[in-house]
Nanobody
Framework: VQLQASGGGLVQAGGSLRLSCAASGPTFASTVMAWFRQVPGKEREFLAALTGSADITRYADSVKGRFTMSRDNAKNTVYLLMNSLKPEDTAVYYC?????????????????WGQGTLVTVSS
């Protein structure tokens, strides 16, 4: 599986962005997908994860109610809609896929990563 993240950019505080992550591979529809973010000098932070059938979603407390993760299995794509953005949301955002069938917040449990897309939120 190869992942290609896109949609990052510069946005003012309070604004919105939608990130996309296009995946290749025949097993996408059964794969747990997740979004993480990372700022320099810090560990990669879990944001959201979604089961293959999109029936179970898990969010980090820091983004719950502001971010929404979804997927379109027909397009082999997952999305992260980010609303009410704050300057502290500035980071490089990564999508990832897990070979395990359960949602997990641990970055080490994900084995494929996109290249990252930069989100900058100005105050």
């Amino acid at each position: 599986v190869q992942l290609q993240a896109s949609g990052g950019g510069l946005v003012q505080a309070g604004g919105s962005l939608r990130l996309s992550c296009a995946a290749s591979g025949p097993t996408f529809a059964s794969t747990v997908m997740a979004w993480f973010r990372q700022v320099p000098g810090k560990e990669r932070e879990f944001l959201a994860a979604l089961t293959g059938s999109a029936d179970i979603t898990r969010y980090a407390d820091s983004v719950k109610g502001r971010f929404t993760m979804s997927r379109d299995n027909a397009k082999n794509t997952v999305y992260l809609l980010m609303n009410s953005l704050k300057p502290e949301d500035t980071a490089v955002y990564y999508c990832a896929t897990s070979p395990f069938g359960v949602l997990t917040v641990t970055a080490q449990r994900y084995d494929r990563w996109g290249q990252g897309t930069l989100v900058t939120v100005s105050s």
